[in-house]
């Protein structure tokens, strides 16, 4: 695993992060890596398309069968005389 050391982060950034970490019964460290690794996930859920943004999401609740009608022969297009 790689690590990083970030600098001249911000005291109130710091704070807001410590806040944010105690709050979900985590530390600052694994706080900060699931927010990094959120939105590099984002990052990636831009570059595909929406269509296939959200078959991906919504894929493990299953699918459902349309019944699709009978089709029926067309209609004669209208006359405008």
Do not use: C, W, Y
Not at 2 to 13: E, F, G, M, P
Not at 39 to 48: F, R
Request: hydrophobic content about 40%.
């Amino acid at each position: 695993m790689a690590s990083i050391t970030i600098r001249n982060l911000d005291d109130k950034v710091k704070t807001r992060l410590r806040i944010l970490a105690a709050g979900h019964g985590r530390s600052m460290e694994e706080e900060a890596r699931l927010i990094l690794a959120g939105a590099v996930e984002q990052d990636l859920l831009l570059e595909k398309g929406l269509g296939t943004t959200l078959h991906e999401l919504f894929k493990p609740l299953g699918g459902v069968e349309l019944k699709l009608p009978p089709r029926e022969p067309m209609r004669d297009p209208p006359s405008f005389e």
